[in-house]
């Protein structure tokens, strides 16, 4: 990216014309508010402060907008010494699957797909019906409030009949994919002790047959598991465990109306886990309702999902957006779900599936735009893309060049929405907005009831330069608790003991002047060359612009007692990392970022190691290069490739 072009961050490249402002939820939301606000509904930022300002008027007005089934109570917001000591809805009673479950028609709930080429769908009386069932079974099993129901799941109608049915009953679900393989599946459910294991005894992948036996087995010998149930048939190596298929597990029980357990805001709903590269994985537990009321206002309110729509994203079952896109059933959207290798057998895969389905809203992370463009994909010359109106991207920071790359060879009229949170909210603090314009590079907007800022170090607000991430007040979906961490101190240490009494969440971003945001890499991965912050995305929004180059991974090294940036670079079939393209790198990085990202050493590479949800891992590529141990390689989907980086003979001058 030159000058020039680096230039056109924050130039709109796309606007929603007035009728389809007005015709959004968030709309009818700010002209239902306005006697609390006073804001015209275009007025996007007085809304925002207002939602701020007045948390209990907001979340009073949220409630009743979004429908929320169960007992609201007599007050939306209570205010505590610190934002960990806020209450939301303190009196209030609901259950999430029963949000989820309103309705029984033969719409269809589901449609689901597999790499294999298999397509399945189900009705919404009929995902009512099957949820009743297995609620019985897990009943049956002695499953209650606040036990622990885990799996080991692919994405796929069985898995959300479970977390339904985990969550009508009042207990906690847990999901990890079968990718995770033995030793990072144990690590996570090992720490709840479930009582009942749901797993699927193999999967299939581009082609291959995965047998997850040998997981399965490791999660039982690390818990006290009373039953394990299996999506398919039982394995003879499974048959001393006292495995039972789904089918036979559910046999005797026929579908009943399913009575939900109501519960307070609090009460737990999923816990989720860490990434694991600093340390064994930190169980973070959410409540149902946070959950429920965070996702409905982004779904809703900044996504304008609307029923009957249909409502696709590409995750796993250990990814926090599976559970966020699941929320997208209260809205009575059709989720279609995919598992497997998203480029196969046709690189065109997934985009096959928005013109077979029809899909409105397709979800999808940074990396796989960007291997769209470098595999020369322009599905404007190949698709309809007719219904698809929406496409969100998270994961990674989305660079300029693809808002380009999505204009210019997707759909010309069409909402792109990078979007930002995490696993420590299972939700976002910032994202779309269908009254805001796109533009270029940035993220749109932060979402109602977040108030967010960037600090320095010295804990000052910064704008127009990458700062640390906060959010200075307390929101819906802060987690309630760490799994095992009775006094508290884990907690506090994760997100508050970098500025007290705000939340921090790591992140490097920068605002900008109209209001939108540009992410610049974690935080506990900023280099620091010469005591200059820098995040690593700066870096990769340049290189990855370069066709040579297929992905790339920078890092400091310490050295007498300063840093360098290294730039690792994994290079296209046939490309070689030769003075030329050398060259081509460096002068990039300089004209695009500035000259003090520039790379000190730039060395080929043949694989990047990446966590499990497909973030690149830096922690642990800095930890071998400097010969410490890494401390987690079961969160990493190819920990083999750490070797690549052991002892490089180019990093000892």
């Not at 606000?37 to 907008?65: C, M, V």
């Not at 009705?123 to 949820?131: F, H």
Request: hydrophobic share 40%; glycine share 10%; charged share 25%.
């Amino acid at each position: 990216m030159d000058r020039a072009q680096d230039a056109g961050i924050g130039e709109i490249v796309w606007e929603a014309g007035a009728a389809r402002k007005e015709g959004t939820a968030l709309w009818r939301f700010a002209e239902a508010t306005r006697h609390e606000h006073g804001a015209d509904p275009s007025d996007y930022p007085a809304l925002l402060d207002w939602s701020i300002r007045e948390p209990n008027a907001f979340h009073e007005a949220l409630w009743d907008f979004l429908s929320i089934v169960g007992d609201k109570g007599e007050t939306a917001f209570v205010a505590g010494t610190s934002i960990r000591d806020a209450k939301f809805y303190p009196g209030a009673r609901l259950n999430y699957a029963e949000n989820l479950l309103t309705r029984r028609d033969d719409g269809v709930a589901i449609i689901a797909h597999r790499d294999d080429g298999t397509r399945r769908e189900i009705s919404w009386r009929a995902l009512y019906d099957r949820v009743s069932q297995v609620e019985q079974a897990l009943r049956a099993e002695g499953v209650s409030e606040g036990d622990r129901v885990g799996a080991i799941v692919t994405h796929d109608i069985e898995a959300i009949i479970f977390y339904l049915a985990t969550s009508a009953i009042g207990a906690i679900w847990s999901s990890c994919s079968p990718d995770f393989g033995p030793a990072g599946a144990s690590d996570r459910l090992g720490q709840i002790d479930p009582k009942v294991l749901v797993a699927v005894p193999g999967y299939g992948y581009a082609g291959k047959a995965i047998d997850v036996s040998a997981t399965v087995r490791a999660v039982a010998e690390a818990t006290n598991v009373t039953r394990i149930v299996l999506l398919g048939a039982v394995p003879e190596g499974l048959t001393d465990l006292g495995c039972v298929a789904l089918d036979d597990w559910i046999a005797p029980f026929s579908p009943r109306d399913i009575a939900f357990n109501r519960m307070e805001f609090s009460a737990p709903l999923v816990i989720l886990y860490s990434s694991g590269t600093t340390g064994k994985p930190k169980c973070i537990v959410h409540s149902g309702a946070g959950l429920l009321i965070q996702h409905k206002k982004e779904l809703m309110l900044h996504c304008d999902i609307k029923q009957d729509e249909r409502f696709f994203y590409f995750t796993t079952c250990g990814w926090m957006m599976w559970n966020w896109q699941v929320s997208g059933l209260a809205l009575g959207a059709t989720l279609v779900t995919y598992d497997g290798n998203p480029f196969y057998p046709e690189p065109a895969r997934l985009i096959d599936l928005i013109d077979q389905d029809e899909i409105a809203i397709f979800g999808t992370s940074a990396k796989y735009i960007d291997a769209c463009a470098k595999a020369g994909l322009k599905p404007k010359e190949t698709h309809r893309l007719s219904a698809l109106r929406l496409i969100l991207s998270t994961g990674s920071p989305l660079i300029a060049p693809s808002f380009d790359y999505i204009y210019a060879d997707w759909k010309t009229d069409l909402h792109l929405a990078s979007i930002s949170g995490g696993t420590d909210i299972c939700a976002c603090f910032i994202g779309g907005n269908p009254l805001l314009p796109v533009r270029r590079g940035e993220l749109q907007c932060a979402l109602l009831g977040m108030d967010l800022d960037t600090l320095d170090d010295e804990g000052q607000p910064v704008s127009g330069v990458p700062g640390e991430f906060v959010c200075r007040n307390a929101h819906l979906s802060m987690p309630v608790s760490f799994w095992g961490d009775a006094d508290g101190s884990r907690y506090r240490d994760a997100y508050f003991s970098r500025f007290p009494g705000i939340w921090a969440h790591g992140d490097f971003v920068e605002k900008r002047p109209a209001g939108g945001f540009i992410i610049h890499g974690r935080s506990d991965t900023t280099l620091n060359p010469g005591g200059v912050r820098i995040g690593t995305a700066e870096i990769y929004r340049q290189v990855e612009t370069i066709s040579a180059v297929e992905e790339a991974i920078a890092v400091g090294q310490d050295i007498e007692g300063d840093q360098r940036v290294i730039l690792f670079v994994k290079l296209r079939a046939g490309q070689v990392l030769d003075a030329a393209l050398e060259k081509e790198i460096r002068t990039r990085i300089r004209s695009g970022a500035s000259p003090r990202h520039v790379p000190a050493k730039i060395i080929a590479i043949a694989a990047i190691p990446r966590t499990r949800s497909g973030k690149i891992s830096e922690i642990a590529v800095r930890d071998v290069i400097h010969g410490r141990a890494v401390k987690n390689t079961t969160a990493l989907a190819n920990p083999e490739a750490l070797e690549l980086y052991r002892g490089l003979e180019a990093l000892r001058d």
